[in-house]
């Protein structure tokens, strides 16, 4: 058999105990320095994720105030179902028989520009003069390159009072 003295198994003891507590006392410190490093870390993008989150609640509200302007800014305008009838109105008045002024089509340009779409249909001249001037007094004219009796009248609504 093979013997060991108690002083060599007690050597190998304190070798083994001491590897194994520098080993366990290195992990621990290891763990706890990944565990303190993902801890800041996590603090860290926590903190840039609540920055964010509030541009982000900045930026809606922003966004928001502007849409609410910009509504309240077409309100004070006439809108394409409001100018159509004026329209028709003012071209029925001052249709005569020399001219017949024709409401077509009105196209929105921006919030306060339409361009307007009519016909003219005259027996003179002058008629054709009399209703050139009624739509110039809308805004400013053009007439169709293809077809002599279409014109386009850029017009510009001015802001109504709000109530």
Same mark, same amino acid.
């Given at each position: 058999?093979?013997?060991?003295?108690?002083?060599?198994?007690?050597?190998?003891?304190?070798?083994?105990?001491?590897?194994?507590?520098?080993?366990?006392?290195?992990?621990?410190?290891? =763990?706890?320095? @990944?565990?303190? #490093? !993902? +801890?800041?870390? %996590? /603090?860290? $993008?926590?903190?840039?994720?609540?920055?964010?989150?509030?541009?982000?609640?900045?930026?809606?509200?922003?966004?928001?105030?502007?849409?609410? =302007?910009?509504? @309240?800014?077409? #309100? !004070? +305008?006439?809108? %394409? /179902?409001? $100018?159509?009838?004026?329209?028709?109105?003012?071209?029925?008045?001052?249709?005569?028989?020399?001219?017949?002024?024709?409401?077509?089509?009105?196209?929105?340009?921006?919030?306060?520009?339409?361009?307007?779409?009519?016909?003219?249909?005259?027996?003179?001249?002058?008629?054709?003069?009399?209703?050139?001037?009624?739509?110039?007094?809308?805004?400013?004219?053009?007439?169709?390159?293809?077809?002599?009796?279409?014109?386009?009248?850029?017009?510009?609504?001015?802001?109504?009072?709000?109530?």
């Amino acid at each position: 058999m093979i013997s060991l003295s108690n002083k060599l198994i007690l050597n190998i003891s304190k070798i083994v105990i001491s590897t194994l507590v520098i080993y366990s006392a290195l992990y621990i410190t290891f =763990r706890a320095m @990944n565990y303190y #490093k !993902s +801890y800041y870390e %996590k /603090e860290k $993008l926590t903190n840039e994720l609540q920055v964010k989150r509030e541009e982000t609640n900045s930026l809606k509200t922003k966004v928001n105030e502007a849409k609410k =302007r910009i509504q @309240n800014l077409e #309100k !004070s +305008y006439i809108t %394409k /179902e409001e $100018l159509e009838p004026k329209v028709k109105e003012i071209f029925k008045r001052m249709s005569l028989v020399d001219y017949q002024l024709n409401y077509i089509d009105a196209k929105k340009m921006c919030i306060d520009r339409y361009i307007i779409v009519a016909r003219i249909h005259t027996e003179s001249e002058n008629g054709l003069k009399a209703a050139e001037g009624i739509l110039s007094y809308l805004g400013e004219i053009k007439k169709s390159d293809k077809d002599d009796s279409l014109y386009f009248v850029n017009y510009i609504s001015k802001a109504k009072e709000i109530k």
